[in-house]
């Protein structure tokens, strides 16, 4: 495919997701016939000399101190938020306010308000927000299934996010306990992802009811909760996100019951999906572990081939192709900011949910995304 030219990219923030991101920079056109050409031109952090030293690991040109004095420069065309929950709203605005493409980790902002405001400045901008677990291969056959109708009349939809870290927090983690930087604990960590492969894999919630917990004394953002959910389908769902499911590192998983089949997915085993074909005669029905690695099977084929297994960085270099794919075709990119805006309204209705002890609807109806 001829290059429609070259992308700019500065990154705001050297961590965990300073990583995945530089890395889905360098491998995106490696592995994809990508239609732009990225540049990792300038990498922001606080700390000079740890960030030039990352900088020197993932190839990035230059190093700022203040992403105040990058997001609006000419030579910049992509903005990538990398930093704690709170910065991501006075970032975000003022790059869309350049003009910038913008790109944002999850969840979109601490509170709904700032989420707004994000919309609102990014409206004429392309914009993404890396649920990134959208583009897990499996997860994404999954969704193929759904939409080709094989599960029939969706049942049960259950929605498991479970780490064990909460007890034990480290110095690095630290930002995540600070409800100034975080906004939320769990909620806005683990929960906004599970939300979002709901609503995507199964539609829009309804309405719903929860149960917010705190287990850790002098904590101030939630340790753990637990989601009953009505979707607009008229199926039930279960959620639960804990930093206290002690015995589990990673275990994001769903389950989706239907009339003519089950899917049942687990981060941790990210290859595979389970599939219960509910069409076939009785006697061969059961579930099934596909071995989601190709053929015919979404983004594998352009990484290994069939049975070479892939891992979580993947699903960054997936989520940035479609982008760049969808901003060639000058196309819309779900999830973009609007998408993680109603993720970021149920977020405060499961949190008011658990304040009041009552069921709330949802009033988001019609907007939920599509691919
Ligand atoms: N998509 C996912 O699966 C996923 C996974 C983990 C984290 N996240 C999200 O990514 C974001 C970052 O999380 P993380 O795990 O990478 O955190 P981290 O603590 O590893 O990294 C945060 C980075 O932000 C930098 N930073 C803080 N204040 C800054 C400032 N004023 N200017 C410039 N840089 C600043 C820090 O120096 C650090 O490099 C959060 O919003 C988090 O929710 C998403």
């Known amino acids: 495919m001829p290059k429609q030219g070259t992308l700019?990219?500065?990154m705001i923030g050297y961590g965990f997701m300073g990583r995945a991101h530089s890395n889905a920079f360098r491998q995106a056109s490696a592995f994809f016939d990508t239609p732009f050409d990225l540049r990792l031109k300038v990498l922001c952090g606080r700390d000079e000399a740890k960030a030039r030293t990352i900088a020197?690991?993932?190839?990035?040109?230059?190093?700022?101190?203040?992403?105040?004095?990058?997001?609006?420069?000419?030579?910049?065309?992509?903005?990538?938020?990398?930093?704690?929950?709170?910065?991501?709203?006075?970032?975000?605005?003022?790059?869309?306010?350049?003009?910038?493409?913008?790109?944002?980790?999850?969840?979109?902002?601490?509170?709904?308000?700032?989420?707004?405001?994000?919309?609102?400045?990014?409206?004429?901008?392309?914009?993404?927000?890396w649920f990134n677990y959208r583009r897990v291969p499996?997860?994404?056959?999954?969704?193929?299934?759904?939409?080709?109708?094989?599960?029939?009349?969706?049942?049960?939809?259950?929605?498991?996010?479970?780490?064990?870290?909460?007890?034990?927090?480290?110095?690095?983690?630290?930002?995540?306990f600070n409800p100034d930087h975080a906004g939320s604990g769990v909620m806005g960590d683990l929960l906004s992802h599970s939300l979002d492969l709901a609503q995507w894999l199964n539609g829009?919630?309804?309405?719903?009811?929860?149960?917010?917990?705190?287990?850790?004394?002098?904590?101030?953002?939630?340790?753990?909760v637990s989601v009953l959910a009505e979707f607009a389908n008229g199926s039930m769902g279960t959620f639960e996100a804990t930093?206290?499911?002690?015995?589990?590192?990673?275990?994001?998983c769903?389950?989706?019951?239907?009339?003519?089949?089950?899917l049942e997915f687990n981060l941790e085993k990210m290859n595979h999906l389970q599939f219960n074909d509910l069409r076939q005669e009785p006697s061969l029905q059961g579930r099934r572990e596909l071995l989601v690695t190709g053929p015919g099977h979404p983004y594998v084929d352009r990484f290994w081939p069939p049975g070479h297994v892939i891992g979580y960085e993947h699903t960054f270099i997936a989520t940035l192709v479609d982008f760049l794919e969808a901003l060639a075709r000058g196309e819309r990119f779900r999830p973009d900011f609007s998408d993680?805006?109603?993720?970021?309204?149920?977020?405060?209705?499961?949190?008011?949910?658990s304040q009041r002890g009552c069921w709330l609807e949802s009033a988001q109806l019609a907007t939920v995304s599509a691919p």
């Open 254 to 262: 769903f389950e989706i019951n239907g009339s003519d089949g089950a």
């Open 204 to 224: 829009p919630i309804r309405r719903l009811c929860s149960n917010v917990r705190v287990f850790a004394e002098r904590r101030q953002v939630d340790d753990a």
């Open 56 to 129: 020197d690991m993932w190839g990035w040109q230059e190093v700022v101190r203040h992403w105040e004095s990058v997001v609006s420069r000419p030579d910049i065309d992509v903005v990538d938020i990398c930093t704690p929950n709170y910065l991501h709203a006075p970032i975000a605005t003022a790059a869309a306010q350049a003009g910038k493409i913008v790109l944002c980790e999850k969840p979109l902002a601490s509170t709904v308000e700032d989420a707004e405001r994000m919309v609102e400045a990014a409206r004429g901008c392309k914009t993404l927000v």
């Open 8 to 10: 700019n990219v500065a």
């Open 138 to 176: 499996a997860v994404r056959f999954a969704w193929e299934l759904v939409q080709d109708g094989r599960l029939g009349d969706i049942y049960h939809y259950r929605g498991l996010y479970l780490q064990s870290w909460g007890r034990t927090p480290g110095d690095p983690a630290a930002w995540r």
């Open 243 to 252: 930093r206290f499911a002690m015995g589990n590192q990673n275990r994001n």
């Open 340 to 353: 993680a805006l109603e993720i970021q309204r149920l977020l405060d209705l499961v949190s008011q949910s």
